[in-house]
T-cell receptor, first 113, second 114 residues
Framework: KQEVTQIPAALSVPEGENLVLNCSFT??????LQWFRQDPGKGLTSLLL?????REQTSGRLNASLDKSSGRSTLYIAASQPGDSATYLC????????????FGAGTRLAVHP | EAGVTQFPSHSVIEKGQTVTLRCDPI?????LYWYRRVMGKEIKFLLH????????ESGMPNNRFLAERTGGTYSTLKVQPAELEDSGVYFC????????????FGPGTRLTVL
């Protein structure tokens, strides 16, 4: 069964801390992996997309890595800020599913001043 | 460039009524997707259009749900008749051309069935 799992479900950190969010997937035959941010009551904002041939992508203070062989992706947030507080979701299209995204349940992040 | 838009943002209806949700994708995006999140669960895929054709509708829960994309532009998702378990947030996304491209999501429509 094709599944995406995110750990931890929730995380609370003080401002300025570097942190890592984890995403694991059951099938290495993914075409890419996309990280999203969702603010309460809002839609999903695409943060980073890593193609299956890539190892990592960076955007500002965000760095996402992908290790297909181990079925893992991480989202690294440097120098966290209160404005980073949101739910972070990872999702991937698996082989045989065209571009249908399978989502994890998300990690709810709170960065406190 | 305008993003994906959805209408309405909220809808509250009685069980047995009909509701139609609308999605306008990013201009020029051939691919349009519908997803939903029901209470406490992960976001789940419903279906995928390529232009006006249904590429994959494997996630549609039952025949009370009907999606259309006339002319390959905006899409509608009709629920008729609505049931309590249809409550949730319905998201629309779009992506360019063919292949495994980045998907851009709309703000969602929150549907409450009473």
């Amino acid at each position: 069964k094709q599944e995406v799992t995110q750990i931890p479900a929730a995380l609370s950190v003080p401002e300025g801390e570097n942190l890592v969010l984890n995403c694991s997937f059951t099938d290495s035959a993914i075409y890419n992996l996309q990280w999203f941010r969702q603010d309460p009551g809002k839609g999903l904002t695409s943060l980073l997309l890593i193609q299956s041939s890539q190892r990592e992508q960076t955007s500002g203070r965000l760095n996402a890595s992908l290790d297909k062989s181990s079925g893992r992706s991480t989202l690294y947030i440097a120098a966290s800020q209160p404005g980073d507080s949101a739910t972070y979701l990872c999702a991937a299209p698996f082989s045989g599913g065209y571009n249908k995204l399978i989502f994890g349940a998300g990690t709810r992040l709170a960065v406190h001043p | 460039e305008a993003g994906v838009t959805q209408f309405p943002s909220h809808s509250v209806i009685e069980k047995g009524q009909t509701v139609t949700l609308r999605c306008d994708p990013i201009s020029g995006h051939d691919n349009l997707y519908w997803y939903r999140r029901v209470m406490g669960k992960e976001i789940k895929f419903l279906l995928h259009f390529v232009k006006e054709s249904k590429q994959d509708e494997s996630g549609m829960p039952n025949n009370r749900f009907l999606a259309e994309r006339t002319g390959g532009t905006y899409s509608t998702l009709k629920v008729q008749p609505a049931e309590l378990e249809d409550s949730g947030v319905y998201f629309c996304a779009s992506s360019q051309e063919k292949g495994y491209n980045e998907q851009f999501f709309g703000p969602g429509t929150r549907l409450t069935v009473l």
